[in-house]
């Protein structure tokens, strides 16, 4: 590990986001999604379930102010879960916590989405209304700092006493992520300094030291949060904290068997199954293959990266390349969606990949971006930002639709409507996207990300500007005491053309690393003539001046369609194709070309593709020569018949990008097709 | 419906099976599976869980004599669950029940399959161990008849309560199946008296009439059982009770709603919705499609065709053709298997098989065989002889290993024995057959339809004997004062050659009708030429004559490897292809073709076929021409390439009969191979 390849994300106050693209999401996500989440959060949904969030905040608030007054004042015990229903009079209540137990993070996520669109979009209004809902969580926070709702207002007794189920050190990762996410984007620190203190308690009750906990997230994110937290104050102890988070998890005896309120029976009688879910079975140098909940894990592996980094811990590093290529080249569909199996949101064995029972959280391809950023911090290498982009463009934005008004949780690969109304093995898998979820995750965390997305596209260190994604934008980068502009335009995703303008009103040193995606075979660049250095390294284009005035570099990634294949290995795309042009995967979806798409080839040897511009919702279709199987001529009683060399018919595919899949009402949809 | 077409089996005592193939498998339920079950209704297993049947008859009859004794007596009263864990200690134990609440069926099934075998195989010390066994049985029967040890042990004032759930007319039908086959085979009546004392109280407590319940089983057989009594005694009530059961069922409102006692939350709002799975969604002659639980489905339309015919309802004949069709051909596996989903053991939606969740459990093949034995007596049509003899020798065979020690519940079409382990969403799947289940239904349904797999073979009117399965066999009937001998012999499964000899020591006009089966393009005869009629009618050779002294009738069906279609509407075989060789379906194992059979194709255009006898475990193999898909050469890191037309080799394709997989260690399956 070289300390000198090291970069860290740009503030988004120094960058504008002017892509097409990109600002189209993020508005949708300014417009529509936080708005809607504000709504959702105070309870203001007309015909959805209500939220009870910023409810168990203020009831906590209250909780507290009654306990200062009266400091003999004995707080009821309640008995609650996981749950905790709502009762339908929500006005007419009793004096309870509601809703989920992380009920918490829906308005951490939601001030984080916030506090990134104010960076890009400044708006007083939202602002306030922000401002004000700062000052009712800080108000729940108890004296020594402790600040969770569901144990505020149930039984302060049981604090961090499951810590494997019930979500309080996730909690507090929101929070924290939240806190600092405002802070950055409008230098106010309440909200920072709440979760500065909770974190303080936290780092009173657990650590190496005698006699304090020895326990650790069940849901992960403290671990990178804190990272986050010790960049934004640079309190060591957060990072300290962080690292024993992540050093003591795994070890035996197991933290998790020592707690004793598990509503929830352990699956199997094998201590390291057992905790395979958490992935807690082993020591996280000692994990070789990414387990369990899928979005704890990638939540958990983006955690280690920061620490190897900070650190410059080489084994923890190991452990991180070899789960990221456990993810990456056995464990992913080509969308960049992770975790097959809908049982426990989970991981499953190496090359299962089915296509119509997969799970494929929104959250876990999000997280899957978190893990490939910070490893791109630690070394830039394209093998990390192509995953990236793939998620991105793919698994991540399937997940909001193009009106930005509804949102999948699951994101399959291939979708017979029909299955999932009628077969409970796939209600899992919603035909269309929903207006909100019980359980608020993907939203909210679809917000957070659209909305940073400059802080994926870019990092930095001392005199390199790393450009991972081409997001337009307009972008200032101090070197020394200069200040260079530079100016990005890009006509990605569905075409290749780039320009890079570096303004440099002083003669200015720098690096500029251009990465070079996986898709294009090959490349031409103009205007780097002028360049002292021009190298090309793990897919970077790294090109060296002293750069004066105004320069503008052009690239252009020729973009053609593409037929992918499956590693051998996957069973469930044998025999099977799919089409991708620049970073986007393409589906067939009914609307375009009818039912059974089951029964269509594509004719993989001539394919004749035509890109078709704007064809369908703005986006470009892509026309291919295929061939669809006609239904042998049996008698309609047939279900089995005595083979017959199969007749087809010629046919034209039409191909969308995937992301861009149910925007036209309830269909089939499919990302793999036959080859023909 | 012409009552002309009507047949019945056949006495057992009036048969005898020299089958090759069937006598071996009967000899195995006589030799290793009768045994056992009594080793394990007796808790004498060791390693396993203990049954607690008989125990629990015991304690029944102790009870019971305790109640007589001092009937001011209060026996306690106790709360129970579906099933109620046997301590480990299990003499030292309260006086409970234990076990299912169905436990009494490990019995009642056990004494069916003993019965049938003694018609084969007369045996005197099984017998006494039966007699006995019986004995206890009685003892645990309430004096108004009432026969059902959970209620009997637990709480009396509960009976019939929770129809829903609780299994009794269950347990009620297998008593009465279990007895009827007892005093067929021997001539004993004890059981029966008791069979009908309890059908009695049944009779006394449901029915039509004013002030009698109208609730009807939750799981049918009781249906069928009361007309096997109906047929043993003569008694008009059962089959009138019987009816009852099928016209009250599915009617609103619901029974089951009406139910205060059901530990279990109904799935759904929607009141049909919330019966589908007990098939009481609708009147029985209002159903057009197969749904829920699969076995108790087609027992319950097995309950119908008896009634069809025995009360010439036109109507209810209707509902079991649309039945019929619908199951065999949209929710039919190749195999003969049913019920698609693990969840609740059910069907799915039309033509939804998948091959790798398959759930298709043996009761339910099983219970289709009984469904088309009795559609087979209302009318001899080959449409479902060709099912029954599909589901025998495919679906329910595969069931038991070759040495009659271990058993399938649940019977893929393909598997990778990684994915059982590993993926919980397989876990229902075993890749190895299983000694014995704690919910032991398969083995002794297994047990008791081989045992009378004559009664499937052969059925009869007064001047017929209709031949559905060519089993080898010798049997008498009688037609008017004559007895006529025929002698079966039989190459089937696995040639297709078959004879008849027909004794008649006086002329006796008969008509034989031969079955033809489907997979059989021609046939050749010989020795019919006297035959004074030759008429073939759905799928049935009729000759008729006045036979006289000794007729050899010759059949010869060839038999040559064909390649099967699945309808295209089946997504899960779309571009795949079976094998098949007269009854028998075929299938592949790594042990002959190497793991990762998914990379296999079968040459359609030139199979190049060839059956090698006795190859593998004394079946025949048949070897074909076909190819391995070279994996690609890429690197061993990626998970998607660029597609290259695929690179394949040559190579022979051994495909051994699906029943007969699983009999040489764990390792992948699959019936569908990929058509190249």
Redesign the interface.
Known sequence: MDSKNFSNPLSLRDIRITDDFWKKEMELVRTEVIPYQWNALNDNVPGAAPSFCMKNYRLAGELNARRRQDPSWQQPVWTTGIFNLVPEDINNREERFYGFLFQDTDFTKWVEAVAYSLTQHPDPELEKLADDAIDVVCAAQLENGYLDTFYIINDQSKIFSNLRDNHELYCFGHLTEGAVAYYEATGKDKLLKAACRYADYIDSFFGPEEGKCKGYPGHEIAEMALVRLYHATGNDRYLALSRFFIDERGKQPYYFDTEVDHPFEAKGENPPLRHFYHQAHLPVREQKEATGHAVRAVYLYSGMADIARLTQDESLLGACETLW?NI???K?Y?TGGIGS?H??EAF??NY?LPND?AYAETCASIGLVFFARRMLQIKADARYANVMERALFNGVLSGMALDGKSFFYVNPLEV?P??CH????KFHVKPIRQKWFGCACCPPNIARLLSSVASYAFTENEDTLFVHLYVGSELTKKVGDNTVTISITSEFPYAGKASVRISAPEPTGMTLALRLPDWAEDYSIKGAEGASSAETRDGYLYLTSTWSGETVISLDFPMRP??????????ED??K??VACGPMIYCLEEADNGA?L??LSLN??EPDFRVCPDAILGAPAIKAAGSR?K??E?S???????????ETEACTLTFLPYYMWNNRGEGEMTVWV??G
Do not use: W
Request: net charge negative; glycine share 4%; aromatic share 6%.
């Open positions: 290529n990456t080249t056995q992913m080509i199996t049982l426990g499953t064995f299962d029972t017979l029909k299955a009628e077969d409970e093995r593409r037929i992918i294949a499956a590693n051998p290995a996957v069973r044998a025999g194709v799919a059974d089951h029964l993989c040897a199987r239904p042998q049996v309609d009683t047939s279900l089995y018949h005595e083979y017959r060399a199969p036959r080859e």
